[in-house]
Each structure stands twice: as C-alpha cells, then as structure tokens.
C-alpha cells in the first residue's frame, strides 16, 4: 500500500462514527495458531465491529522502552519475541501493511511527551497473534505505539487520552496485555484450575469497569495483595489502562471474553459499547 493510498482511506474515516476502543487479554504465544474458545472469540469481535477499520494501532505489553516510541515502518516484520515453541508457531508471518501518516499524525497527537519515530520494531506477538484471527487476510494497516516502562501508571492514562480523535478516524485502538499475568504461578497444563486470588482479582476489575471506577484501576497499588499477585510487574497491565484513558464519559463497558487460563492469566477482554 502506498502512502498516498493510505492518505485516501484516512480522509474518507473523517468523519466515520466513532470506533470503539478494546482490550484483549493475549495469553499464551501459542493461541497464535490455536483453535480454541479464545481464538474464535477473536474472530467475533472482528466480525462485530461496526465496519473495518481504516487502521489498527495496538499498544502492546511486548513493545516496553524508555520514551515512547511509533512505529511508521510501511510494511512491518512480523516479531516471533518467544522461545520454546513448536516451530509451527515460528512459521506464521502476519503481512498487514503499516500505516506511517496515521503513525505521524499520532505522533503530533501526543503533547505530553515527544515521540520517537521507530521504523525498526515490527508487530510483536501481542499484535499479530491477536489480530490473525480477528482479520486473517492482514488486510488491514497496522502500527504500534510503545509502553514506556519508566513512567507510572497516570503517566500513560494521560497519555491515553490524547489519542481520542483519531477513533472518528476509523482507527481501532487495542491495548492488548492481561489483566492478571503472574507467570511465576503459571500452571502448564490446559485444564489447571484457577487460583483463588486470580479468580478473585479479575471479578474486582470486571467490577469496576462496570461502576467506571478507573482511578482505582490506575491506582491498582491500592487493592491489596491479590493485586500484588496478580501484577506482579505491570507490563501486562498498562495496555489496560490506555484502554481506559480512550473511554468517553457516556460510553459503557462491553466484555466479550472471560477465562482464566494457566491458572495465573486472565484473558478478560472488553471493549466500549
């Protein structure tokens, strides 16, 4: 796709209604090829949406550096950043072209702090394993904008909240992460049961989402040890709340997938209704 190309689709989005915004708890590397519960969840949200986008931008828990960085590759590689797998797993290439003018204007969005132009990363798995099953075609541009891992939790709400406009741009915008993500706990087998804390901690989020109790989930610190189990580093959690920094005040929290898998990994994804 051309710039030029892309410069068409996004003008004829100006005007479009508002794109919703989601969070899509990823898990495990592997439901990248799975066919499961999860994996098909995936391809309903797809189809669900109220028209394809005219771009993805995914802020994902893979992509952590010091600044914040935007990824304007015109045609991104696609990152297999795991190791152990079946090789299969290795194979999958996700062709989804890049969207370098979106990527630019969310650049000048961004007020708060100056954004690194970033033409090396590509889509890591927190991206392509997600949206191979939402859009399998790749058919739909796709950039990223980096977590940086050295600011705090408000730091990246506010941020969030810069990006507003571009979802009356047909831009999705997908922080994609886990809610709870404690890997020291996990339990390899597909059939574990849940942990008490984990089950326990999801529901207080599903909670508060409900209620638009953001300020608690930002100030996540406050809710106790089943917090400090269920994030015990906050990379996978961030992406949750760039989500919540794109919520408008009369929109409603849609979930459209729940499972603790793992025992110690919420998959909850939700997004704006």
Sequence with gaps: MQLNDLRNITSEFKSTSQMPVMFIGHGNPMNG??????????????????????????????????????????????????GGFPEALYAVQYPAPGAPEL????????????????DHWGLDHGSWTVLKHMYPMADVPVFQLSIDYHQPPEYHFKLATELKTLRNKGVLIMGSGNIVHNLRQVVFSDNAKPYDWALSFDNTVKQKLEQGAFNDLVNYR???????????????????????GLVDK????????????????????????
């Design 250 to 273: 009369n929109e409603s929290i849609q979930f459209t997938y729940e499972e603790i898998q793992n025992g110690s990994i919420s998959m909850r994804c939700f997004k704006t209704a």
């Design 222 to 244: 406050n809710l106790g040890l089943e917090a400090q189990l269920s994030i015990p580093t906050n990379d996978h959690y961030l992406p949750m709340i760039y989500t919540l």
């Design 33 to 82: 090829i799975s066919d499961n519960a999860f994996t098909r969840a995936l391809g309903k949200m797809g189809q669900d949406l109220p028209h394809k986008p005219a771009a993805i931008l995914v802020i994902s828990a893979h992509w952590l550096t010091k600044g914040t960085h935007v990824l304007v590759a015109p045609q991104p590689e696609t990152i297999h950043d795991f």
């Design 103 to 118: 990527a630019r204007e969310t650049k000048q969005l961004i007020t708060s702090t100056q954004v690194i132009e970033d």
